[in-house]
């Protein structure tokens, strides 16, 4: 890489400056990185394309490497049939939906990013033409829509891949109208809408990324103005990191929000080291080397995520794990993986794409690690992810029928924040039988004039039926909201084999609805689940306990049902207290006009009156595979003792 070979050549000149100013690989908060020291870095980058990410060798080595290597080849012809695909569709257009032009700076990563790749890979002139005509079409829109900047910087993205991967195949005309949109509806834009570089959630992770390959792309042309972006850019992202990753690397805003700033992430640190050799210390943030675990706890044996937040449970092909694994040599990070990636790649749908990931496909085939060294530490069966929004999960193996259980404390307030306090998911024999119903559409709850992201208690982001907690599988109090404020904690997590549980302090996100309420999930039996509550002090009105579930339900006596799915089922007995009735609740056509239906959808729970006395909620949860254990009588213990 034109960039890197540079960095290497000049390690002795500037030794010293990085031995002071660059943070060590796991400091806690890179230091402040002077710009006099980006500027130098800037200024030693010879100029020649490309060196986004790649070089011409990197290209040579890939085309070698899907000729040979089965897993490369195999994407590398889902790559090439997808691109063929967009040769017929019509270019991206400037098309604002609500306040967003996301929709088509997203299709113009995907067609740029996959017909630059496939290009350079086969060399067929059709592909570059696409990806040109998809770059001018960009370049022709009056704004990159800058008052949502994530519209401006994934476009941005986009562009300045293809102008960087091109670059030699360009005409010098194509070059300048090409490189004057980056320069004025991407950097120059991002000086006047600087408020998204500020942000400690994913749109600090995305703005800087879109922004940082915008600047690395044509820095030839204006290097102080690069020199500024990437000086924000190690100087800002810091903050969105510590807020993403510290303490142990477990995002707060969810798995599918994860994909999405984590990858953008990545993105930046690989733009920075591939054009000058350093990631200023940016990859040293706490967390930051752990994170790839977190996201193989939070996905079910199902392979559909913990979708704690918003977010939707469904998962494809995650590129940025194969950077982690390469960068951190953690073979067991892609176990699970490579294992969905091929189911995917196998599917009738492997020709489309969807996701926040699946649109950056082609950084699978260029990150994915030619070998790994093998074992590794392992991943082990339990996760404790503390921070502000802490969750647990527990598993009994991380094969597709294991049995699997995931619990969400933190608090709705957050970034993209639900009432979900207490909520659950649950995998087994296969199939996911407790739900997350998910994020309702952005665009549709503003169309009506509401606003989604006032998060204060009585705002209208808890009027939409999928935020708050009476959607969620958790606890309901006198049919009230949780507290938004009110903060959940894990105060119990033990991973040992006979019984692995967490308990949850929900006491908090109760305010004013009961004095004390806990919550506990645990595997008993080596294929059960457990989930226990208590409650002190109810003053708030009769408690409703409720599982949401996709299965077909039928209640076969007054605490017991039994949940069928997919050939499977499951078996759902209330143990206390033996007032409990069980009953369906409605989810799957919400109360109000605003909110989405959620066909396929129930709700199975039951509404006790918990007034007075402390009262002790037990529900027993049996898969088919664990009917003879299920059948065992399983003594109910105080949460208290566990």
């Given amino acids: 890489m034109p960039g890197r070979r540079q960095a290497f050549t000049r390690l002795t000149l500037t030794s010293v400056i990085a031995l002071v100013t660059a943070a060590p690989l796991h400091a806690h908060a890179p230091r402040e990185v002077p710009i006099e020291r980006v500027r130098q870095e800037i200024q030693d980058v010879r100029a020649g394309h490309p060196r986004l990410l790649v070089d011409a060798g990197t ?3 890939l085309r070698e490497r899907v000729r040979h290597d089965a897993r490369a080849g195999e994407l590398y012809r889902v790559l090439h049939t997808q691109a063929v695909g967009m040769l017929a569709l019509p270019p991206v257009q400037h098309v604002v939906v609500g306040r967003r032009l996301l929709n088509e700076s997203r299709k113009a990563v995907r067609r740029v990013m996959t017909l630059a790749m496939v290009y350079r890979l086969s060399g067929e002139e059709r592909f570059l033409q696409g990806a040109r005509r998809e770059m001018l079409a960009a370049a022709s829109f009056p704004n990159w829509n800058p008052s949502h900047f994530l519209d401006t ?3 941005s993205l986009a562009v300045a891949i293809g102008y960087d991967w091109l670059f030699d195949a360009l005409s010098p005309a194509d070059r300048t109208l090409i490189r004057q949109a980056l320069l004025d509806k991407g950097i120059r834009a991002s000086f006047e809408h600087g408020q998204c570089f500020v942000h400690t959630n994913n749109w600090g992770q995305v703005c800087t990324a879109g922004i940082s390959a915008a600047a690395l792309a044509v820095l030839e042309d204006d290097r102080e103005l690069a020199t500024r972006v990437v000086h924000r850019a190690v100087n800002g992202v810091p903050n969105s990191m510590k807020a993403s990753f510290a303490p142990d690397g477990t995002y707060p805003e969810g798995p599918a929000y994860w994909d999405y700033g ?3 992430n990545a993105i930046l640190i690989a733009e920075l080291e591939s054009v000058l050799g350093t990631d200023f210390g940016l990859s040293g943030a706490e967390g930051f080397d752990r994170t790839a675990a977190f ?12 979708n704690y937040a918003d977010g939707s449970s469904s998962r494809g ?12 040599q953690r073979g067991d990070w892609l176990l699970f993986e490579n294992r969905m990636m091929s189911e995917w790649l196998r599917s009738p749908e492997a020709a489309e794409v969807g996701g926040s990931s699946e649109r950056l496909l082609p950084l699978a085939l260029l990150w994915m690690p030619a070998e790994l060294p093998a074992g590794g530490p392992g991943l082990g069966l339990h996760w404790l992810g503390r921070g502000e929004i802490a969750v647990a999960m527990h598993r009994t193996s991380w094969e597709p029928d294991a049995l699997f259980v995931g619990i969400k404390a933190g608090f709705a307030a957050g970034p993209h ?3 979900d306090a207490g909520s659950f998911v649950l995998d087994a024999d296969g199939e996911r039988w407790a739900h997350d119903l998910g ?8 169309e009506r004039g509401m606003n989604l992201w006032n998060r204060t208690q009585g705002s209208d982001r808890w009027r939409v039926f999928r935020n708050n907690n009476l959607s969620h599988s958790t606890l309901v109090i006198g049919g009230k909201h949780q507290d938004v404020q009110g903060k959940a904690t894990v105060i119990k997590h033990v991973t040992s084999p006979v019984f692995p549980r967490s308990v949850v302090d929900l006491t908090p996100a109760y305010t004013g609805q009961a004095a004390r309420v ?9 294929g059960e689940v457990l989930v226990q509550d208590r409650l002190e002090g109810v003053t708030g009105g009769p408690v409703r306990w409720g599982m949401v579930t996709r299965a077909m339900v039928e209640i076969r006596g007054p605490r017991e049902a039994v949940l069928r799915q997919g050939g499977k089922l499951l078996t759902l007995r209330v143990l206390a207290p033996a007032s409990a009735r069980l009953q369906l609740f409605d989810s799957e056509r919400p109360p109000a006009e605003h909110d989405s239906p959620n066909p396929g959808t129930r709700m199975i729970g039951f509404t006790v009156d918990a007034a007075g006395a402390p009262v002790e909620l037990v529900v027993r949860l049996t898969p088919g595979s664990a009917a003879a254990t299920g059948a065992r009588e399983l003594p109910v213990t105080p949460l208290a003792a566990w």
């Fill in 439 to 446: 994020a309702e559409s952005y665009n549709r709850i503003e």
């Fill in 262 to 264: 984590t990858s953008f």
């Fill in 417 to 419: 924040g639900q009432m």
């Fill in 295 to 306: 996201i193989n706890h939070a996905t079910g044996p199902t392979g559909l995520f913990f």
């Fill in 59 to 61: 290209f040579a080595t």
């Fill in 518 to 526: 806990l919550r506990g999930v645990g595997i008993v039996n080596g």
């Fill in 317 to 328: 092909p995650l590129p940025v794990l194969q950077w982690f694994a390469g960068r951190y």
């Fill in 153 to 155: 910087a994934e476009m």
